[in-house]
Nanobody, 125 residues
């Protein structure tokens, strides 16, 4: 099991930027595929971005493509999500999670375990 702790969420105006961090302890994140997912009030948890295990492969939801960037700092055992050109519809609790079920698509929340507690991102119009 790995413990994940997200940070960096806050209230920001539309068009602004934030960088979310996901710090891990217990396991080395470079050994795993890691994802960012989010959940808005009244909605199901949805995929945002994924960084493949030991690869440079990254994937994004269509809604954030071109605006968000996922990255890793293996020395710090941390995964980041840089979010630019934020929109009110990006408002949600953002979670990082470790992917364990590689028979499940990377965009499926059911393929992830070891979720963090989440960090709130609120984008005002």
């Amino acid at each position: 099991q790995v413990q994940l702790k997200e940070s960096g969420g806050e209230l920001v105006q539309a068009g602004g930027s934030l960088r979310l961090s996901c710090a891990a302890s217990g396991r080395t994140l470079s050994n795993y595929g890691m994802g960012w997912l989010r959940q808005a009030p009244g909605k199901e948890r949805e995929f945002v971005s994924y960084s493949g295990q030991s690869t440079s492969r990254t994937y994004y939801a269509d809604s954030v493509k071109g605006r968000f960037t996922i990255s890793r700092d293996n020395a710090k055992n941390t995964v980041y999500l840089q979010m630019n050109s934020l929109k009110p519809e990006d408002t949600a609790v953002y979670y990082c999670a470790r992917r364990t079920d590689y028979n499940t698509p990377y965009y499926s929340p059911s393929g992830y375990v070891d979720w963090g507690q989440g960090t709130q991102v609120t984008v005002s119009s």
